[in-house]
């Protein structure tokens, strides 16, 4: 099997996911991950997908652009698995939270200090509607901590880093947010 990664992007409407998958189905290809999001009114989304041998990646572009009827954007590369990249280090998920007026350079600022630490953003998700409104402007983390950071010090920097930038901040485990934020 050969696996490949396809990114769509376009004006979002109804039925861009359905189309797209269709074209995977009758092609014989597997969805084995997909992430898609809405920006604005953007419609983007990421699929690994396994199938077939034969298929290269610019008949796999063809087949989606002449099977899907909404004029998208498609790219698709061939997906290598590629080892030593620090996925197989011994991490704890947590969520960092940010609210505070908007400007430049928050999303820059907060990922600085991750990235000194070596943590890993998995998930980013920010909306900032402008503004000095705080409640309107949110920036939410998803983050892999190596077990090897010593937390008080990234905790630490995080709430300096956020001082600075005018944020508040919130530092919690993934399975503690998850706890407080669930709907019942």
């Given amino acids: 099997m050969k696996k490949f990664i396809i990114t769509v992007l376009g004006q979002d409407r109804p039925g861009i996911i359905a189309a797209v998958s269709k074209v995977l189905l009758e092609l014989d290809y597997n969805i084995e991950e997909v992430s898609q999001t809405i920006l604005q009114d953007q419609f983007s989304c990421f699929f690994i997908v396994a199938g077939p041998e034969r298929i290269s990646s610019a008949q796999l572009v063809k087949a ?16 290598e698995k590629q080892a030593g990249l620090g996925r197989e280090r011994a991490c ?29 953003v998995a998930q980013l998700r920010a909306v900032f509607r402008g503004g000095d409104e705080p409640l309107n402007n949110t920036m939410i983390y998803e983050v892999d901590i190596p077990s090897s950071v010593d937390q008080k010090e990234l905790r630490r920097a995080l709430s300096e880093r956020a001082r600075e930038l005018n944020l508040e901040i919130s530092i919690q485990h993934r399975n503690i947010f998850e706890a407080m934020n669930r709907i019942l």
């Fill in 64 to 79: 989606l652009e002449e099977g899907v009827s909404f004029n998208l954007f498609f790219q698709v590369r061939e997906f």
């Fill in 92 to 120: 704890e998920p947590f969520v960092v939270t940010t609210r505070g007026p908007d400007r430049k350079g928050l999303v820059a600022g907060i990922t600085a200090v991750f990235a000194a630490f070596e943590v890993n």
